[in-house]
Nanobody, 128 residues
Framework: QVQLVESGGGLVQAGGSLRLSCAASGLLFSSYSMGWFRQAPGKEREFVAAIIWSGRSTYYADSVKGRFTIARDNAKNTVSLQMNSLKPEDTAAYYC?????????????????????WGQGTQVTVSS
């Protein structure tokens, strides 16, 4: 049974930082590309960042580029999202997701349906 468990969300002031973590189990982690998505109330789930199986290539939404960093540790089956310079518009539930391919297509990696497994989400709230 595949499980993805996010942690690290919380309330932070604008300009602050948070680090989200996702622990994966029940899958051969190094065979999966991993992604982070977020969803604000009343909005669709949107792509935030992705990382291929080796960690050598990372991809970001324009809205977070330069502020967020995705990383993975295949020895520990974890993926993280370091979020700096947070803005109120970053407020959302953040979800970890796993895609059963070692290297995601850059054309489709932003699509939620590319990912077969999802975590339960962790809330990030940024106050102004």
């Amino acid at each position: 049974q595949v499980q993805l468990v996010e942690s690290g969300g919380g309330l932070v002031q604008a300009g602050g930082s948070l680090r989200l973590s996702c622990a994966a189990s029940g899958l051969l982690f190094s065979s999966y590309s991993m992604g982070w998505f977020r969803q604000a109330p009343g909005k669709e789930r949107e792509f935030v960042a992705a990382i291929i199986w080796s960690g050598r290539s990372t991809y970001y939404a324009d809205s977070v580029k330069g502020r967020f960093t995705i990383a993975r540790d295949n020895a520990k089956n974890t993926v993280s999202l370091q979020m700096n310079s947070l803005k109120p518009e970053d407020t959302a539930a953040y979800y970890c997701a796993a895609a059963p391919v070692r290297r995601l297509s850059t054309v489709t990696m932003h699509r939620p349906d590319e990912y077969g497994y999802w975590g339960q989400g962790t809330q990030v709230t940024v106050s102004s």
